[in-house]
């Protein structure tokens, strides 16, 4: 009998590869029995492209044939779900998903369910909290589940790399469960620690199946270019020499944005990918990059778990991960199907401050979660999350965590109903030891991030001792091992050059705010939508706040010189130049601020100056405020300069109209000031400022 059920799963992986010598790899067949003939719970930690989705598909294959329930598949990301469900078809598995670009079809899905026509349902862990999902589909379909999945099972661990809130909602789904219902979880990047966390968390009778991590086609380097300029100018000059297409990760979505400008620039087909692209552009972009339409997609995290392309012929990092095993993740997408893939490691000053800043806010400190719990105790109902940021000095984003970490606690402090939140009789104290500990980690694998860059050793063998592999040797193939770079570390003065003149010229775009926070300016009686009467038109910034280009000189202006130089004031008149907007302004005015009333109104007058336009300050600060960098949501900034603000009239007022600035944070300074303005009979308002802040919003 397992020799014909082993015979019928390679038969179906066989189908499923469109492959008729195609064998199972080592450890494959072994799980798919574990699951099928013995109901175990399992944990297979296998290196990236191993095939564990064959496991769970063809053990489902097995179970289904055998009259056995559906399986429950819980995976992190959209976009492997869509990869996930296309392979189960080919195989005749009837994989079907719930989640949040999909809505239209969950009717249709819970029918199917309902009438025993779905082989797997595919959710995201974020899916578990939602109590009409738990009640109308979970609990009826529970007794009805064959096989029970945890995909990305490092997830669950809070220490690890990539620890997801929602995944220990889990751990209670299976304590539900039938105790003899096989359970799968699989992960590529889990080092001992993580595992030791989820065999905690699944239970003490967790099997473990684990395989070697080498990627034997791929060759790594290292090469540290401290500017961006250098940087940028490296992939311009070796981007097209590099065989095939990849991607190119970047640690924030604006690194994104702008590498892929400058390759464009260049004439390299790249396209952008991030998480604030929509579930359709992503989609397509994926498909681009499968298809080897474009040469790279330079993208953040968001292009990572369950992206499958075997023939990728790179990856290369802008910047250094935060951990090797981060690293391990991103950098294993290459070579699963070619012979020769390469993994470039550029890094950079700035990545520790931005790693730094992932740190400190991967957890919430103890006092937003008691600021949190505070004013739901003192809430006579429930509160939502626009109602506590009246309350908080708190930003949405951190709200958002502290009640997301809050209400998976058990007991919980917290509870739901509808969209307001209420507090429970629970006393509740931050674990801070564990976070502490955890934060301390994170230190340690950053370090250990710097010294892979650093190191003298086989590449591929550090990566490995870092995830706890059995058995890692040296690859024989990184620059290391060689002992010669595998692509040249120079970059040409030329490229260099002209990456500096892409940073100096590549300003930032400030869209206009649209909706007011409700009741925030009650003085001035602003509320609901921004009409388009009283709105600023887009606007531009000539630089980042303390970037390559122009902000390091906008930051020494500021702080150093309390003067900003001549050659500012050129390049946003160059800016200007280039942007254009229509109908021109007539007049230039400007933010006043009662603590430097110097410094923003001479850069004003000297740029008004070099455009022809006169200089008129005529918006006038009544009264003090606090800064707007220290106030943290948009009802809290709204609120801050209530009543702040009048506007003089003059006689050219009704002419279009530069509204200059030195920073842009929150953007609420600037759209208080332009509905004062279009009040008194101004014409559009053109917003203009010499740095953004890399965090604005």
């Not at 552009?281 to 992206?307: D, S, Y």
Request: net charge positive.
């Amino acid at each position: 009998m397992r020799n014909i059920n082993k015979q019928k799963a390679l038969s179906l992986l066989r189908q499923a590869l469109n492959n008729s010598t195609a064998q199972f790899r080592d450890g494959q067949w072994e799980a798919i029995e574990a699951i099928t003939e013995y109901q175990s719970r399992l944990l297979v930690v296998q290196r990236t492209g191993w095939g564990k989705s064959f496991v769970y598909f063809l053990a489902t294959r097995l179970l289904r044939d055998k009259g056995k329930g559906i399986t429950f598949l819980i995976s992190p990301l959209l976009a492997l779900m869509r990869n996930q469900i296309s392979a189960a078809e080919r195989i005749g598995i009837n994989a079907q998903t719930i989640n949040s670009s999909n809505s239209e079809e969950w009717e249709k899905v819970e029918n199917n369910l309902r009438a025993g026509k779905v082989d797997v349902l595919l959710i995201s862990p974020e899916r578990l909290a939602n109590e009409n999902f738990r009640e109308n589909i979970l609990i009826p379909i529970a007794k009805n589940i064959g096989l029970f999945v945890v995909d990305e099972a490092h997830c669950i661990s809070d220490w690890g790399h990539d620890f997801r809130p929602d995944y220990r909602r889990i751990v209670r789904i299976l304590q539900a469960l039938p105790k003899n219902i096989p359970v799968l979880a699989t992960t590529a990047t889990a080092n001992n620690r993580v595992v030791d966390d989820i065999i905690v968390q699944l239970g003490e009778n967790l099997k473990i199946s684990r395989g070697s991590l080498t990627r034997d086609s791929l060759q790594l380097q290292n090469i540290y270019l401290s500017f961006p300029p250098p940087r940028l100018g490296w992939l311009a000059e070796h981007l097209p020499n590099i065989p095939g297409s990849g991607i190119i990760y970047t640690l924030t979505v604006r690194d994104a944005e702008r590498v892929t400008n400058w390759l464009k620039f260049q004439g390299i087909n790249v396209a952008a990918y991030h998480s604030n692209k929509d579930t359709e552009e992503r989609e397509e972009l994926e498909q681009q990059l499968l298809n080897n339409e474009v040469k790279a997609l330079v993208a953040t995290v968001a292009l990572g778990m369950g992206f499958d392309k075997p023939d990728l012929g790179f990856v290369i990092h802008y910047q250094r991960p935060g951990s090797v095993v981060h690293y391990y993740q991103q950098v294993g997408r290459a070579g699963r199907a070619v012979e020769n893939a390469y993994g470039i490691l550029l890094s950079g000053a700035e990545d520790e401050e931005i790693t730094n800043y992932f740190i400190q806010t991967a957890f919430p400190p103890e006092a937003h979660n008691q600021s949190v719990l505070s004013a739901l105790n003192q809430a006579e109902d429930g509160l939502s999350v626009p109602m506590l940021e009246e309350h908080l000095n708190l930003t949405n984003g951190q709200i958002n965590k502290v009640l997301k970490l809050l209400s998976i606690e058990t007991p919980s402090p917290v509870k739901k109903i509808g969209s307001k939140y209420y507090a429970t009789p629970i006393n509740y104290q931050t674990n801070t030891e564990k976070i502490e500990k955890l934060t301390q980690i994170r230190r340690q694998e950053q370090a250990r991030m710097w010294d892979y860059m650093e190191s003298q050793k086989c590449l591929m063998q550090f990566l490995r001792k870092e995830l706890d592999d059995p058995n890692p040797h040296p690859c024989g193939k990184c620059a290391i091992c060689l002992g010669k770079p595998i692509f040249s570390e120079n970059v040409s003065s030329k490229f260099v050059t002209e990456a500096v003149k892409f940073l100096r010229s590549s300003e930032q775009i400030i869209e206009p705010r649209k909706k007011w926070p409700k009741d925030a300016l009650s003085t001035y009686n602003f509320n609901g939508n921004i009409s388009p009467e009283l709105r600023a038109e887009v606007g531009r910034s000539l630089s980042l706040w303390n970037d390559a280009g122009w902000g390091e000189l906008v930051k020494k202006g500021k702080y150093t010189d309390n003067h900003f130089s001549n050659r500012l004031v050129q390049a946003t008149y160059e800016m200007i130049k280039r942007w254009q907007p229509q109908t021109f302004p007539t007049w230039v005015t400007c933010i006043p601020s009662l603590n430097r009333p110097e410094l923003v109104p001479n850069f004003a007058q000297s740029l008004a100056k070099k455009l022809g336009l006169p200089f008129v300050p005529c918006v006038i600060k009544i009264h003090h405020t606090s800064l707007q960098k220290e106030m943290s949501n948009s009802y809290k900034q709204a609120h801050n300069l209530d009543g702040a603000f009048e506007i003089n009239h003059w006689s050219g007022i009704r002419g279009n109209v530069f509204l200059v600035d030195d920073v842009v944070d929150s953007r609420w300074t600037f759209t208080v000031v332009t509905a004062l303005l279009r009040k008194a009979g101004s014409g559009k308002v053109f917003p203009l400022t010499l740095a953004m802040n890399q965090l604005s919003t």
